[in-house]
């Protein structure tokens, strides 16, 4: 067993702290509302950004060197990274983790060769279960990486990488379920197209529906329980990805009567890259129902990509978590920290920062949203604004009992009607003032 981060300790100091290794909110067994913070937060590292990611980008190489890189052996690299994870997870304080298939470990030439190797990591994290708490928040499969899926995984043109994709995720399942993964995720970053023009939109979309139902079967024929999530992005890699926003992810499930087997992953820069805030993409999914799981990072609003920052915005963790809050919670799902860091962050430690940030700033936003809800003005707010509703007229069309007729008859003679002002600069000062407060 490998050890990388024996250096690192790190504790909980509180908010006057300095030392980037120490937590300032986050307080695992801190109570709020009644629930202790690790079990709101439910964090969970990814593993792909941690122990992959190097720096590199489509203008330079890697800036990073990483201690398990010097493992030639694939395997043991591989084995030797999910040393890395379980170390990383229990010096955070962190029980969740988060991987692709590709991720954890190589592929081989066939479809074959390349699950004996998953196996084999598989069962090593299998025994690191024995001695540690961490465990697996999510599973997925990584349909856009190799060069096969160039025209998609299910929504592909060629039917073989249909077939490839449908295999792939089969095994992602199992060993999913093998782990107790508590989620499987479903991203589908090359379900889209480049161009309408070589696109046949229908087949694509109707596959895209085949597919996911025979992932429902084929977990129910193997007892998987885990909840199914779709995570929304609207590009990146492809031009137009199917999934483009929760709105869109429902429709789709709705249309394909899949709305009960499916809840979303929503992603902070996804949700901005789709033109919508976070908080709006949580709204929508806790209102219908949907809300399953978040991925945790923020974006550049200068840029049009996902970078996949570290969250360190104190005012949309608030509200994120406002209305995570608001939905009761989300377990099963999780806040995996679906983020990298900066191609010039090049030390070890900066993986911890990275972490701790984020963790500082979703336990700063959990405080602020509990005081927010304890404080009751928004919700008050937003009562009195709808009191309409509550009596007369407004009562009675809520119940459905009016018409176009009724309610023509009931206004024709009544002259100008008074409106009530919407008070957002006000609201949005309690929303600063519940930070400070929480600070
Ligand atoms: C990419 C996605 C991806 C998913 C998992 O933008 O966020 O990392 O979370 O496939
Ligand atoms: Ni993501
Ligand atoms: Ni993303």
């Not at 920052?309 to 809050?325: G, K, R, S």
């Not at 007229?393 to 206004?411: A, H, P, Q, R, T």
Request: aromatic share 12%; with cysteine.
């Amino acid at each position: 067993m490998k050890k990388f981060f024996e250096d690192i300790q790190i504790s909980f100091e509180g908010k006057d702290s300095i030392n980037p290794l120490a937590f300032k909110y986050y307080n695992k067994d801190e109570v709020i509302l009644g629930k202790k913070m690790e079990d709101h937060l439910r964090f969970a590292v990814a593993f792909w950004h941690t122990m992959n990611v190097q720096g590199r980008d489509m203008f330079g190489e890697e800036t990073m060197t990483r201690p398990w890189n010097s493992i030639s052996d694939p395997i043991e690299r591989a084995k030797a990274k999910i040393d890395g994870i379980f170390e990383f997870c229990e010096k955070l304080s962190v029980k969740f983790f988060c991987f692709h298939d590709r991720d954890i470990s190589p592929e081989g030439a066939t479809l074959r060769e390349t699950n004996k190797n998953l196996d084999i990591v598989i069962d090593y994290i299998k025994e690191k279960y024995k001695s540690s708490n961490v465990r697996l928040l999510w599973g997925t499969a990584n349909l856009f990486n190799n060069k096969r899926f160039l025209h998609g995984a299910s929504t592909t043109s060629n039917a073989d990488v249909f077939a490839y994709s449908a295999a792939q995720v089969k095994k992602a399942l199992e060993v999913t379920k093998e782990l107790n993964g508590q989620n499987y995720v479903f991203w589908g970053g090359r379900e889209g197209y480049e161009t309408l023009l070589n696109t046949n939109f229908k087949l694509e979309q109707e596959n895209l529906a085949r597919f996911l139902h025979m992932a429902v079967d084929y977990a129910e024929k193997i007892g998987f329980k885990g909840q199914f999530l779709i995570e929304p992005k609207p590009m990146e890699p492809t031009k137009h990805q199917y999934d483009y926003d929760a709105a869109n992810a429902y429709a789709f499930l709705l249309k394909n009567n899949l709305q009960d087997k499916f809840k979303l992953n929503l992603e902070v820069n996804h949700a901005t890259l789709s033109g919508h805030t976070f908080e709006h993409e949580i709204r929508y999914a806790r209102t219908n129902g949907i809300l399953g799981s978040l991925d945790a990072n923020q974006g550049d609003l200068f840029l049009g990509w996902d970078t996949d920052q570290f969250p360190t915005n104190a005012y949309i963790t608030t509200l994120a978590m406002y209305e995570v809050l608001k939905g009761g919670g989300i377990n099963p799902g999780g806040l995996n920290f679906d983020a990298k860091l900066r191609r010039p962050s090049i030390d070890l430690e900066d993986l911890f920062i990275g972490h701790i940030a984020g963790m500082d700033t979703f336990a700063l936003g959990l405080k602020a949203a509990a005081k927010l809800l304890e404080e009751g003005l928004l919700e008050k707010f937003v009562e009195e604004k709808y009191s309409s509703f509550d009596s007369g007229i407004g009562k009675s069309i809520v119940e459905g009992k009016e018409n176009f007729d009724s309610l023509e008859k009931y206004i024709i003679d009544k002259g100008e009607i008074i409106n009530k002002s919407g008070k957002q600069e006000y609201l949005e000062t309690l929303v600063t003032r519940a930070i400070v407060k929480a600070l």
